[in-house]
């Protein structure tokens, strides 16, 4: 089955392409400085639009403004692996996770951004565990924030389906961190496409179901409370590291301004509790939906790393564009 997206033109295409990976890492960086934080505190300091520090005790208290963090950076180690190998191989990706996160680990600045799954998972593979048993069972979103590569790199759903639900095996190894990782990839591959909201939710919805019922049916209920205020829809979602609620949130916000990404990701940053996860995952939706240009200005030029990122998307995006010249 070839993908729709051979009806787009091609310029349009890469620029949806960098802008899933650099809306992303945009989210990443902006939420970073609310991370950990109650909606309420974040509302009586004010939304949070711009790049700027992590207060004191906040996970990222030590990056600087406009560093991202590692949301992002597993996610290009995933992209990286896909390109380096043509394709999703498990073990070389759980390799590069074991490395990076030993590197991590042994950071000051950076070993406090790493979550409890990864952490565990990366102990293990470092000890010799193999990636079919490394990964962890606790329902966090580690695997569903690192996923969008899937949704670029692979254009058939049910390939995404399936890799996707294999990514996550390394570090999360629970039904609800698989399902999580499947609805964002194939949620970037229908955005990517230009599906409407309702067919991505329900694309989203009917696939990571077969995996956790539950968070299928709570990325349903975050397209029903679309139109409800976000105060109310982040307290009936929840916001926390799980993925039963970082997930919906994010789809929550990349519903409710679902033709208005500099809303959505704004709404997201400010969400509470895992604002750079819930960002960086509404950061990708949204730049596969509208591409890189939708983001402000500021945005894209405080971004660290910007032009590797956006080659990362680049080599991702060729293959593509070598397939649809066949
Ligand atoms: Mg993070």
Redesign the pocket.
């Known amino acids: 089955m070839k993908s729709s997206a051979i009806k787009e033109p091609i310029k349009k295409l890469r620029n949806k392409y960098t802008g899933c990976m650099l809306g992303a890492a945009i989210g990443?960086a902006l939420g970073?400085q609310n991370?950990g934080l109650k909606r309420k505190d974040i509302l009586s300091k004010g939304y949070v639009k711009d790049y700027g520090l992590a207060p004191a005790g906040c996970?990222?208290e030590n990056l600087r403004s406009g560093q991202f963090?590692?949301?992002t950076e597993q996610m290009i180690l995933l992209a990286q692996s896909l390109i380096e190998c043509s394709g999703f191989d498990a073990a070389d990706f759980a390799a590069r996770i074991a490395r990076w996160g030993a590197d991590a680990l042994a950071d000051p600045v950076r070993k406090k951004?790493v979550?409890p799954s990864s952490s565990a998972a990366v102990s293990r593979l470092n000890s010799g565990v193999s990636w079919q048993e490394s990964g962890s069972i606790i329902p966090s979103c580690g695997s569903a924030?690192r996923a969008a590569p899937m949704g670029l790199f692979y254009s058939n759903l049910d390939e995404i389906e399936e890799k996707a639900a294999l990514s996550s095996i390394p570090t999360h190894n629970s039904s609800a961190a698989i399902a999580g990782a499947v609805a964002v990839g194939l949620g970037v591959r229908c955005a990517l496409d230009g599906m409407e909201c309702p067919k991505i939710i329900k694309e989203c919805f009917e696939r990571s179901s077969k995996y956790d019922e539950g968070l299928g049916k709570k990325i349903l209920y975050s397209f029903d409370m679309s139109d409800e205020e976000p105060d109310r829809a982040f307290e009936k979602l929840g916001t926390s590291y799980l993925v039963y609620e970082t997930v919906p949130s994010a789809f929550y916000c990349f519903s409710r301004y679902f033709d208005e990404p500099e809303k959505a990701m704004i709404e997201a940053v400010n969400a509470g509790g895992d604002t750079?996860?819930i960002a960086c995952i509404t950061g990708a939706l949204c730049g596969a939906r509208h591409g890189m240009d939708v983001f402000p200005e500021r945005w894209i030029k405080g971004l660290e790393k910007r032009e590797r990122i956006e080659k990362i998307a680049e080599l991702i995006f060729k293959r593509i564009e070598e397939s649809l010249e066949e």
Do not use: A, F, V, Y
């Open positions: 990443d970073k991370e996970p990222g963090t590692d949301d951004l979550g924030m750079d996860s």
